[in-house]
C-alpha cells in the first residue's frame, strides 16, 4: 500500500510583503513605498500602489500607531 501524505494545497511560502492598508501583497513591480513606523520606528509599513493613490490610512502592527 502507498499513501501519499498530502494535506492539500497548503499555503506555498512565498515572502512577498503584505501592503498594511489592505492586507494584500505587495508585488515587486508594484510602485509601492515602505517605511518604518513614524510613531515607533519598529514596524516597516508596506503601502501598495493603489492604497498610495486612494490615500488610504496605515495601521502599524506594533503599535497600532494610524497615519495616513
Ligand atoms: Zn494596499
Ligand atoms: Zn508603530
Given at each position: 500500500m502507498m499513501f501519499t501524505e498530502n494535506s492539500g494545497?497548503?499555503?506555498?511560502?512565498i515572502s512577498l510583503p503584505k501592503c498594511s492598508c489592505c492586507h494584500r501583497h505587495v508585488m515587486p513591480n508594484d510602485k509601492s513605498v515602505k517605511f518604518n513606523?513614524?510613531?515607533?520606528?519598529e514596524d516597516l509599513i508596506w503601502r501598495c500602489q493603489s492604497c498610495r493613490e486612494a490615500a488610504r490610512n496605515y495601521t502599524c502592527s506594533s503599535c497600532n500607531f494610524q497615519g495616513p
Amino acid at each position: 500500500m502507498m499513501f501519499t501524505e498530502n494535506s492539500g494545497m497548503s499555503s506555498s511560502t512565498i515572502s512577498l510583503p503584505k501592503c498594511s492598508c489592505c492586507h494584500r501583497h505587495v508585488m515587486p513591480n508594484d510602485k509601492s513605498v515602505k517605511f518604518n513606523c513614524p510613531n515607533c520606528g519598529e514596524d516597516l509599513i508596506w503601502r501598495c500602489q493603489s492604497c498610495r493613490e486612494a490615500a488610504r490610512n496605515y495601521t502599524c502592527s506594533s503599535c497600532n500607531f494610524q497615519g495616513p
